[in-house]
Nanobody, 124 residues
């Protein structure tokens, strides 16, 4: 079992930055790929970023590429999402997720464990 707790969300003006953190419990964290997803009101949950077990391989949605950076610290059982140059369309609840495999995945179906989500609101 893996439990995930996100933090770091909030209200920010367009062009600003936020860093989300996801603290994980469970012995399998360091061997699991991790991902960030988001869901805006009235929309389906969408993929944002993923990172493999070692942190060497990452992959991003086109909408955030060049602005967001995913990273992890296996010693602290934590994954991060650094979000720069934020836009109003980035407004959503952001979810951290842990996969049951070590390689990156973009599909939500590959992730077995989910956090409760943290709200990010970007004002124009």
């Amino acid at each position: 079992q893996v439990q995930l707790v996100e933090s770091g969300g909030g209200l920010v003006q367009a062009g600003g930055s936020l860093r989300l953190s996801c603290a994980a419990s469970g012995r399998t964290f360091s061997s699991s790929a991790m991902g960030w997803f988001r869901q805006a009101p009235g929309k389906e949950r969408e993929f944002v970023a993923t990172i493999n077990w070692s942190g060497v391989i990452t992959y991003y949605a086109d909408s955030v590429k060049g602005r967001f950076t995913i990273s992890r610290d296996n010693a602290k059982n934590t994954v991060y999402l650094q979000m720069n140059s934020l836009k109003p369309e980035d407004t959503a609840v952001y979810y951290c997720a842990a996969a049951t495999i070590s390689t990156i995945r973009t599909s939500s179906g590959a992730y077995a464990y989910w956090g409760q989500g943290t709200q990010v609101t970007v004002s124009s």
